[in-house]
DNA sequence: TTGTAGGCGTTATCAG
DNA sequence: CTGATAACGCCTACAA
């Protein structure tokens, strides 16, 4: 048995006829070594698992396939959970933490992580790389939202607005950092030129197309629109387009719309927004995790920050 | 260790005091079992995988979110890979056959698979659904993709159109069912009315909005361009017209356009496409795997056919 | 270079 | 209702 193993796993001392047979009849055998088995015995899975807070997104899924490209290289499977909810947060981080055993590290994606909740995951042993959020336990792949999103403001301002409107995350509160940031951004490009914040502009929109579509919908009811909108993502930015245009509105015309991400189609929409490397981000955060599997953990916790940039088309 | 395991999975002949003093203590503890060692041990892991040709596009993040919804219903993990070529086909399929093991069941889209394959999967113990390709062993989910097709081709033509072009799928031939059936149904949409096909007309995009737009290119490079094209899927469609945008034409004034899908965003386009339910496909196939986890597998296949319309919008 | 034995953390069986 | 005990399939010493 123990000449098996090692042959299949192309380990030393086997003699080469040994090995070329063993492999031989297990091919025949469609023989694959049972990974349940293996884990057990050696205390690692071989597999990441990632969280997002969203699947059906184009930055998630762009961002979960950087993740899978760099897993296989490096022969990593990859188990892919969704925390849409508090209550679904609450259940992954403290109550089925399934995942803490079943995979070898994780990557996480703007989900909430108290400090009491890092420490707890840390003391039993999780690897996490978080992306958005930074935790005290953890190493973390930010952008500076909150630069990123004064850019856009700014840009807005400079156009002369000063009747401003955003488009934000999810309607309750999950307390995802992301939107939280790109709030105060907004809010502090407000400041900065002395217009006072409305909370009437303020709507959330969900993260999607159909959101964004609701939430300009909303904004263009109100007795004083503004002039200008800034959406949190990309595809809110579409939908507020697309509501635009149904009630005969044009951008920048009407209203100025600027968005976040610089999506695939963004350019055909002549979309202005921020841009961030969301090629890079999965990629890079796969291999973090990867180097955080060696280390024992103990040293200060890598902060990598990504770079974004201002997209100025024909919307703002 | 026989009362604990029995107390922690809510199993009966368990003392009410024990259990809750069991509980509780594994609370303290953050115990959690190690899926694992119960996976040795019962010989189910507790997860689905789910393999698609591409991540980063709309089609397949919607349907992956639908499979994991209802995957978590059930307490089942997934599993997802990437098999974005040949070679990753084949080392998926008769290489590495991790997957086998490490999940209970497999969730296949559009990715070939040859009979000889299909048993020896099948004889392997292997549970797999199929979405858009069928085997002779395992159940399927699929389109009538030729028909589809053909409502996209015969709307074109009925306006008239007679020089269509075909802004098809990869440009290495993977042998994906999909475009090659949608490919079919497109020649035959055109031979229904005495059309000769040009293979000039028929240009790879890949799937993804860049491919399309390059495409589009290549398709007015021609002497005699297309007055009409057809696109596999929205996203090259999008990068189509974004191409025409860019080069002073519109839809369908100079040329037609009709996709495939109806993304999100289609409809902001104005983009004429044939729809089909994304949604309610991942979740399908997730419960029809879950199902086949019950029976013997030894009953005739089953075979589902999902919906798809034709929607009339602006650009055909 | 090969083979033997113990253990990884569960679950299931069976005796108390 | 509870507690021993033998799998589950593999890997890592260590012995041959």
Same mark, same amino acid.
């Given at each position: 048995?123990a $000449?098996?193993? #090692?042959?299949?796993?192309?380990l030393?001392n086997?003699?080469?006829?040994?090995?070329?047979?063993?492999? #031989?009849?297990?091919?025949?055998?469609?023989y694959v070594a049972?990974?349940?088995?293996a884990s057990?015995?050696v205390g690692?899975?071989?597999s990441?698992?990632?969280?997002?807070?969203m699947?059906?997104s184009?930055y998630f899924a762009?961002?979960?396939a950087?993740?899978?490209?760099?897993?296989?290289?490096?022969?990593?499977?990859?188990?892919?959970?969704a925390?849409?909810?508090?209550?679904? #947060?609450?259940?992954?981080?403290?109550?089925?933490?399934?995942?803490?055993?079943?995979?070898?590290?994780?990557?996480?994606?703007?989900?909430r992580?108290s400090d009491?909740?890092?420490? #707890?995951?840390?003391?039993?042993?999780a690897?996490?790389v $978080?992306?958005g !959020?930074?935790?005290?336990?953890?190493?973390?792949?930010?952008?500076?939202e909150v630069?990123?999103?004064?850019a856009?403001?700014?840009?807005?301002?400079?156009?002369g607005h000063r009747?401003i409107?955003?488009i934000?995350?999810?309607?309750?509160d999950?307390?995802?950092?992301?939107?939280i940031?790109r709030?105060e951004?907004?809010?502090?490009?407000?400041?900065?030129v002395?217009?006072?914040q409305d909370?009437?502009?303020?709507?959330?929109?969900g993260f999607?197309?159909?959101?964004g579509?609701e939430a300009?919908a909303?904004?263009?009811k109100?007795d004083d629109?503004? !002039?200008?909108v800034?959406a949190?993502?990309?595809?809110?930015?579409?939908?507020?387009?697309?509501q635009?245009?149904?009630?005969?509105?044009?951008a920048?015309?009407?209203?100025a719309?600027?968005?976040?991400?610089?999506?695939?189609?963004?350019e055909?929409?002549?979309?202005t927004t921020?841009?961030q490397d969301?090629?890079?981000?999965g990629?890079?955060?796969?291999r973090?995790i990867?180097?955080?599997l060696g280390n024992?953990g103990?040293?200060?916790?890598e902060?990598?920050l990504?770079?974004?940039s201002l997209?100025?088309r024909?919307?703002?």
């Amino acid at each position: 048995m123990a $000449t098996v193993s #090692r042959a299949l796993r192309d380990l030393p001392n086997v003699a080469p006829s040994t090995r070329e047979r063993v492999q #031989r009849v297990a091919q025949q055998l469609d023989y694959v070594a049972n990974p349940s088995a293996a884990s057990l015995a050696v205390g690692r899975t071989g597999s990441i698992a990632a969280v997002v807070p969203m699947l059906d997104s184009w930055y998630f899924a762009k961002a979960v396939a950087g993740i899978e490209a760099v897993l296989k290289e490096s022969n990593f499977d990859l188990l892919l959970y969704a925390v849409t909810n508090e209550r679904e #947060r609450l259940q992954f981080v403290t109550g089925r933490t399934d995942w803490l055993r079943r995979s070898d590290g994780l990557i996480m994606f703007d989900i909430r992580l108290s400090d009491d909740e890092s420490k #707890r995951l840390e003391a039993n042993g999780a690897k996490i790389v $978080t992306i958005g !959020t930074c935790s005290p336990s953890f190493p973390s792949l930010m952008l500076d939202e909150v630069t990123a999103t004064r850019a856009a403001v700014d840009h807005l301002v400079a156009k002369g607005h000063r009747r401003i409107g955003v488009i934000t995350g999810d309607a309750e509160d999950l307390g995802y950092r992301v939107p939280i940031l790109r709030l105060e951004g907004f809010r502090q490009g407000l400041e900065a030129v002395g217009i006072e914040q409305d909370p009437e502009l303020e709507i959330p929109g969900g993260f999607s197309t159909e959101g964004g579509r609701e939430a300009m919908a909303d904004l263009l009811k109100l007795d004083d629109p503004p !002039t200008a909108v800034f959406a949190m993502s990309d595809e809110m930015a579409f939908g507020a387009l697309d509501q635009m245009r149904s009630q005969g509105l044009c951008a920048p015309d009407d209203i100025a719309v600027v968005g976040f991400d610089d999506n695939d189609v963004s350019e055909l929409f002549g979309l202005t927004t921020v841009r961030q490397d969301v090629d890079t981000i999965g990629a890079t955060a796969a291999r973090m995790i990867l180097a955080s599997l060696g280390n024992s953990g103990s040293d200060e916790p890598e902060r990598v920050l990504s770079k974004t940039s201002l997209i100025i088309r024909r919307t703002a």
